[in-house]
């Protein structure tokens, strides 16, 4: 494609969707893939702007017909990338911007190992825990067993984190808004030597105190990863 694939994964309620709207505030020429999702709509969600909403049956059709860049299941719902979505970037001249966990992020990097992949991490569990119980209760939607389940399931996808080139401690919004954005400069060729200096130190290899300290918290340690 002309432009970049970026692929970005976080643990459910890191912010992810918040970072990547201030981001694409931030920068222009950012194509967002819509994904497909046999989940239901939560809160003022839209079909065909948040998601694609589908049936199960139809998500199994598009499996079949080759219609997806990568699929999984996630939280016991299928959620995948069409592979159309990288002809209307390229058609575009845009770079894309894949939101995926990190099943499908594995897949994409294989087939497309030039993507540029950005992992981003809460800074604490319990920082974590508040911000899905906050989400939720916007939401009108306070499901114990869901929070539950993604804060589990939080800690097994931290364990990948050195697949992927950058890794963002998502702390104060400003600042991984503005490292996530100079990790895109750098990858247009367009940064300057302050923004290269910035996305160098997010690289998940140069274990920024940042990075190690917000795994710690997890209970992990890069060199148990
Ligand atoms: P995700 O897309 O990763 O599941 P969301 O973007 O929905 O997460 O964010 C989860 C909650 O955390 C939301 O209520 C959002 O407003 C809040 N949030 C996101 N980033 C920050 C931040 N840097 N500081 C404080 N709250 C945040
Ligand atoms: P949510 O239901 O909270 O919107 O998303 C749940 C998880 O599914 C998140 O980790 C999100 O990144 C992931 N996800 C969303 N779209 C896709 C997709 O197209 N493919 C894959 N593999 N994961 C996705």
């Known amino acids: 494609m002309a432009g970049t694939l ?16 201030e981001v694409r505030r931030l920068v222009a020429g950012l194509e967002f893939s819509v994904s497909y999702t046999t989940r239901r709509p939560r809160g003022s969600e839209e079909d065909g702007r948040e998601y694609h909403f589908i049936s199960r049956e139809r998500f199994e059709q598009m499996i079949a017909a080759d219609g997806f860049l990568e699929w999984a299941e996630v939280f016991g719902n299928y959620y995948g990338t069409a592979l159309s979505a990288l002809d209307t ?15 499908g992020a594995l897949q994409v990097m294989e087939k497309m190992p030039e993507a540029v992949s950005i992992f981003i991490l809460p800074p604490s569990p319990e920082v974590l825990e508040r911000r899905l119980r906050n989400r939720s209760q916007a939401e009108g939607v306070a499901n114990e067993a869901v929070i539950q389940t993604r804060l589990s399931e939080a800690r097994t996808e931290l364990r990948k984190i050195e697949e992927y080139r950058y890794a963002l401690v998502n702390d104060v919004l400003d600042q991984a808004a503005a490292e996530m954005r100079a990790i895109i400069l750098v990858a247009r060729g367009e940064a300057s030597p302050a ?15 940042r990075l190690e300290a917000a795994l710690a918290c997890f209970g992990l340690m890069t060199a148990d990863l």
């Open 6 to 21: 970026f692929i970005i994964s976080a643990p459910s309620g890191s912010g992810k969707s918040t970072l990547v709207n």
């Open 89 to 103: 970037a390229r058609e575009h001249g845009a770079d894309l911007l894949l939101d995926i966990d990190v099943q």
């Open 195 to 209: 923004e290269g200096d910035l996305a160098a130190q997010c690289i998940t290899g140069a274990r920024a105190p």
